[in-house]
């Protein structure tokens, strides 16, 4: 559901309650603009009325308010959590975490693990407007905030090793993937300076060492997903992951032809993004160089990078295969054609010359 869209459901449904809930109508625009201090205001002036204060907590848990690390940053952000608590209902509610029990937590403590997830990822940081979080509190925030969006986490992380998408700054802290993204983070601001003085050898070199890590990243997400299910693959997810192992097997075989289009994610989870994009550059460079009377095919060039992939496939194909079938009883494929987009005539009829054989159909 989008964002707008759970905004104005959340408000029919509390225009039937009368007059007594505009405050809370006017909340969930506040919400949805993440002001901060009109957030906070809100909270303060209906602090006297539990039962508008509960509805509050409420769409902030339900909206996952404390849900970036970035907000952290912010004083407005801390000060909603502090406003909160200080409200009539809050002063009634149970906050800590330490000794809780999964199944009996209540909505402030849900509300506080997330903000205690969030905070203890600046930790030993200087700078910082978070308080300083105990550890006992943090552990048990870590297994609240698991137990709470065990459903978010397992579609996240699915979508993460699948298709690359990011998870969430909650996900990536409860699994230890900050530190890969922080680090991708530095390597594009390295890469964007590169550019910015024409740099473009270093530039690449940089955003080769990006790719690899995040395929890093999706290979650790399959992982952390397929422990998670023990095993017992949705037909979506098996689906996708048989799909992977024909295109893995095809060019484990025959390398790339230099004409199939094969989805960016699978070549970044496999490590195979850096080598497709050498031979596409050098098949493009052929193009050019064709045009001005130089028709020697790059074969040194494209034969070195299909070595590369070749092996790559290899080794990625086995993993796949052990955790697919690991009973060992795993069906064979046969090579079938992946299918060819358009290129130029004369590219066409020596990339056929230069690599003969059958292709993979995605």
Not at 86 to 107: A, C, F, I, R
Request: charged share 30%; net charge positive.
């Amino acid at each position: 559901m989008k964002l707008s869209d759970w905004i104005w459901e959340k408000m029919e449904n509390l225009q039937d309650a009368g007059f007594r809930w505009k405050p809370t109508l006017k909340f969930c625009h506040q919400v949805l603009r993440l002001d901060y201090n009109a957030i906070a205001d809100s909270i303060v002036r209906n602090g006297h009325r539990p039962a508008i204060t509960e509805e509050q907590a409420k769409i902030l848990w339900d909206y996952r308010f404390f849900r970036n690390l970035d907000q952290t940053e912010r004083s407005g952000w801390h000060k909603v959590m502090d406003v909160l608590q200080q409200t009539d209902w809050g002063k009634q509610q149970v906050w800590l975490l330490s000794g809780l029990k999964m199944g009996n937590e209540t909505l402030p403590q849900k509300l506080n693990a997330m903000y205690t997830l969030l905070c203890s990822a600046h930790t030993g940081k200087s700078h910082t407007l978070c308080p300083l979080p105990n550890p006992e509190e943090v552990a048990t925030a870590h297994k609240l905030v698991g137990y709470c969006m065990k459903d978010e986490e397992l579609d996240y992380l699915k979508r993460l090793a699948l298709h690359g998408e990011y998870p969430g700054d909650l996900t990536a802290i409860r699994h230890g993937l900050m530190d890969m993204y922080q680090k991708i983070e530095d390597l594009e601001w390295e890469r964007a300076k590169e550019m910015r003085a024409d740099n473009h050898w270093s530039a690449d070199s940089i955003d080769a060492a990006i790719q690899e890590e995040k395929g890093r990243i999706m290979r650790s997400a399959s992982d952390l997903y397929e422990q998670k299910v023990q095993g017992k693959f949705p037909d979506d997810y098996r689906k996708a992951l048989h799909r992977e192992r024909m295109v893995l097997h095809g060019l484990s075989q025959k390398g790339w032809d230099g004409q199939t289009k094969i989805p960016k994610p699978l070549l970044v989870k496999y490590g195979l993004a850096e080598s497709f994009g050498k031979i596409s550059d050098a098949l493009m460079d052929y193009i050019i160089r064709c045009d001005m009377g130089d028709d020697t095919y790059p074969k040194h060039m494209v034969g070195h990078h299909n070595r590369i992939i070749k092996e790559q496939s290899r080794i990625g194909l086995e993993r796949l295969e052990h955790r697919l079938f690991p009973d060992k009883n795993k069906p064979k494929l046969h090579p079938a054609s992946l299918g060819t987009h358009k290129m130029p005539i004369r590219l066409q009829n020596q990339v056929s010359k230069e690599n003969k054989g059958i292709k993979i159909r995605l």
